[in-house]
């Protein structure tokens, strides 16, 4: 990414402080991952995205089951109650 970047040195130079202030703020702005060490920051960032990315699996995974139990509730009900289901 960085190999065919040319800049002058003004430019480089604030492109440099913006970047420095932009890693400072980012690694603040979350406590779950927040640390003054970059290395120990994209850990911890990781870590976060990975277990979001389990969660977001789980959440769907709850949803599925969530939608079978309402489609078997309505087969039930449609059965048990002359054929009417839940509105």
Known sequence: MTENMVLAP?????????LDEWAKWRQTVDRATAD????QFIEKSREKAEW???????I???????????ALTDNLAGVTHGGHTRQ
Not at 52 to 58: I, Y
């Open 36 to 39: 003054l060490d970059w290395n």
């Open 60 to 70: 769907a995974h709850w949803e599925s089951l969530h939608a079978i139990q309402l």
């Open 10 to 18: 003004p430019e480089a130079l604030e492109l440099a402080k913006h």
């Open 52 to 58: 979001e990315a389990g969660l977001a699996t789980e």
